[in-house]
């Protein structure tokens, strides 16, 4: 078996310490299995390694089925919950904060900023003179400077390429919050 593959078990044992010994080697044979087998397939390790994704994640998923199948109480038990709870929470220390904060920021910045050049672009069609409209637009640091209906173009494509990434955003944290809670309403200990 390749270097990277090793390395990628050896990462998913790491992951996995608090299971018991049993069905930590039960595990690590499974994902052992499947990749001798994609690999007798000619699929490429790196291939391998991206299909089955992060250790980190495919180790919470398995501590999440393990927790989820018990239901009385056992040391093992306990220590499986508090792997599965520092794993979440370190990863929600970053991917809830980050996501909370980037998909409204995306989803208003989308809205708001094809509006503010359609005033602009008003305000240059009609000749208003409307208080500092020239500090909206798209700033290239004064390299090229654009007419405000050309600006106005570029700002519909950019606000609707914030405001798709901010939906995205937003999608991938309910997903992340319904998959954690999931499994932790599945933890009754």
Partial sequence: ?????????EKMEKYLKPVA????VDIIKEIKSEMQE?????????QIIERLGDPKDLA????GDLLSKESKFSWNRFLIVCAFYSLVGFSGMVVIPCLAIIAPTFIFCGIISPILVAVKMVDYIFGLGIPYVENIGVFLGGIVTFNPIIEFVISLVIGALLYWLGRGAWRLL???CKKISKTASNLSI
Avoid at 21 to 24: A, I, M, P, Q
Avoid at 38 to 46: K, S, V
Avoid at 60 to 63: G, M, N, R, S
């Fill in 1 to 9: 078996m390749e270097k990277i593959l090793n390395e990628y078990l």
């Fill in 21 to 24: 010994v049993s069905e930590r």
């Fill in 38 to 46: 994609l690999q007798n397939n000619d699929i490429p390790a790196e």
């Fill in 60 to 63: 919470k998923a398995y501590l």
């Fill in 174 to 176: 309910t997903l992340y």
